[in-house]
């Protein structure tokens, strides 16, 4: 038996944001003990707690969603981070956890809420004709309106849309059909004071990672702050996602200049909604 808790993450009212599975002390399991899990679980990620192999680390985290394993995500990393403390673990840095991951070591600071610093873009930049209309047609969109995409691929495959408005990433429709292998985060902005604290509107489509739609998503949010911050987005903003799927996600977004380098932190609020044992 292991121990296990399920973390609530990106909303500080519970059942609001996007649940992560964690299993505790997981070393020794295999990867098809770990798959078979997180498809039984069928949230969007499922963590599992080990020790860790790089020095500097003060844990190693597996990630898994129903369709595989990822190299990193941003709501299990949070929603691990506040399961890990929360059982007792002691970090070698008062303020700052160190999470290994297949992504290397990400810092996850400790504050009014948890934050972590993304990892850099493993693929960026502008986006194909051909790819762009394969993209778009997946969303049943037309090209004409999508105002901009890049790749803003930080381990899952993200390629970001930028859309007239906020309103206008509520009313996608996408034909999950089309996705094949696409994983597709589009945004929106608000107009001042309508957004109820938020300055733009996020969604986030993943069918080919056994995820239909992620309620919340740290990684992607990640990306689109380090691609739009600073032009079209503040260097310090709140968006929100899961609103299309009856959730409030609320997703803390900072960027920190020195010189011409920039670290995005996001952060969001975490809480424990179910803890217990389980067998594997």
């Known amino acids: 038996m292991r121990a296990f808790r399920q973390v609530d993450v990106?909303?500080?009212?519970?059942?609001?944001?996007?649940?992560?599975?964690?299993?505790?002390?997981?070393?020794?399991?295999?990867?098809?003990?770990?798959?078979?899990?997180?498809?039984?679980?069928?949230?969007?990620?499922?963590?599992?707690?080990?020790?860790?192999?790089?020095?500097?680390?003060?844990?190693r985290l597996r990630i898994w969603t129903p369709g595989g394993e990822l190299p990193f995500a941003g709501h299990p990393t949070l929603g691990s981070a506040h399961a890990w403390l929360e059982a007792g673990g002691a970090p070698?840095?008062?303020?700052?956890?160190?999470?290994?991951?297949?992504?290397?070591?990400?810092?996850?600071?400790?504050?009014?809420?948890?934050?972590f610093a993304a990892p850099p873009l493993l693929r960026s930049g502008p986006v194909e004709a051909g790819d762009l209309t394969r993209i778009a047609a997946a969303?049943?969109?037309?090209?004409?309106?999508v105002v901009d995409a890049a790749w803003i691929d930080?381990?899952?495959?993200?390629?970001?849309l930028l859309l007239r408005d906020a309103d206008a990433v509520l009313d996608v429709r996408p034909d999950l059909a089309l996705f094949g292998d696409l994983d597709v985060g589009v945004v929106g902005l608000y107009p001042?004071?309508?957004?109820?604290?938020?300055?733009?509107?996020?969604?986030?489509?993943?069918?080919?990672?056994?995820?239909?739609?992620?309620?919340?998503?740290?990684?992607?949010?990640?990306?689109i702050a380090q691609w739009l911050a600073g032009s079209?987005?503040?260097?310090?903003?709140?968006?929100?996602?899961?609103t299309a799927m009856g959730r409030r996600g609320r997703v803390h977004v900072d960027v920190v200049c020195d010189g011409p380098s920039r670290e995005v932190w996001v952060g969001g609020d975490t809480l424990t909604t179910v803890i217990g044992t389980v067998a594997l």
Do not use: K
């Open 10 to 59: 990106f909303s500080p009212l519970p059942l609001m944001g996007n649940p992560v599975a964690v299993v505790h002390d997981a070393d020794g399991l295999t990867d098809e003990q770990m798959a078979a899990f997180a498809r039984w679980t069928n949230l969007s990620e499922t963590t599992f707690l080990m020790a860790p192999t790089t020095p500097g680390a003060d844990y």
């Open 92 to 115: 070698a840095v008062a303020d700052t956890v160190v999470q290994e991951c297949g992504a290397g070591l990400v810092p996850v600071r400790r504050g009014e809420r948890l934050a």
């Open 139 to 145: 969303l049943a969109l037309g090209v004409d309106e």
């Open 154 to 160: 930080n381990g899952p495959g993200w390629v970001g």
């Open 192 to 223: 001042d004071g309508a957004g109820d604290g938020a300055a733009a509107e996020v969604r986030a489509f993943c069918p080919g990672l056994g995820v239909v739609e992620d309620p919340v998503t740290g990684s992607l949010n990640a990306g």
């Open 232 to 242: 079209r987005l503040p260097t310090s903003y709140v968006a929100s996602q899961g």
